[in-house]
């Protein structure tokens, strides 16, 4: 599935591409499923970070699927393993993507998916994971912290909910309509709904700011605070002591296979809105688009 102009959903085309040639240390997988994030539907329009990617190109980051063939010197991942893995797309400027049938990536981008993990809620979890959990490490969270996660319905903020609530943190959550029992059994204290007035309820010394929500967040962070984002949003006003910080998530495999081994085991939850077929990726596309969709959309061969 290929971008050759950026636009809306109908821009998504199918191309017929040879078969990817497996280097010695690659891994061809056929891929089962592939995630649709927010930052694809960006991508698809024509916003990445900088020059990372021009079209034409193939969109995606998570993928979950079977090893077909392996390279040389690949030599844990036979043919036939169940495999997860992220594509870290801006750093491979779109030349490699996950809306594909199969995909030739390094050794380094997968892991062996636990049995039991379906390949669609295995394709839910690596690019949101690892920036729910990349997010929190960025706030340096003393024992006991007070955490704000705005967008704690989506994706990366119910990681987020989720991560900081079973480290012992407090989590207030702002979620939207319809949400509010799911986010409250992911581990958050308090949920607020998403019209709440960041005026009215209290300040915050930690603030995941997964939607983001930006400026009018700011009566909520403490001074002295700290807001993380995965976009940049406009800068606190001067003498306010807010400290803000903009997250581009980075492959850790290590710490995506603790990830993925939670899912797997029902320490983390993940949801499931829909699934599209390959070819039908503009309407998965549309879907994602949907305000209030809840569960994450998903392509299937």
Known sequence: MEVSEPGGPEVLRVVERP?????????????EAAGVNPTD??????????????????PGWDFAGTVRAAGGDVQDLPVGSAVVGMVPWYAEHGRVGAYAERIAVPRAWVLPRPQGLSAVDAATIPLNALTAAQLLELLELRPGSEVLVTGAGGAVGGYAVQLAARAGHRVTAVAGTGDEEWVRALGAAVVLPRDTSYDAVGTFPAVVDAVPVGEALFPA??????????????????????????????????LL????????AGRLRTRVSATFPLERA?????????????GKVVLTP
Do not use: K, W
């Open 41 to 58: 539907l960006a991508a698809r329009e024509g916003h990445t970070v900088g020059d990372s990617a021009r079209p034409p190109y193939v």
């Open 19 to 31: 078969e990817p040639d497996v280097g010695p240390e690659e891994v061809l997988v056929e891929v």
């Open 257 to 264: 296979e603790r990830l993925v081994a939670d899912v797997a």
């Open 282 to 294: 503009a309407d998965a596309h549309r879907a994602a688009e949907e305000r209030g969709r809840r």
């Open 221 to 254: 962070v403490a001074r002295g605070g700290r807001v993380v984002s995965t976009r940049p949003v406009p800068d606190a006003p001067a003498g306010a002591g807010i400290e803000q910080q903009v997250m581009l998530v980075e492959l850790d495999p290590p």
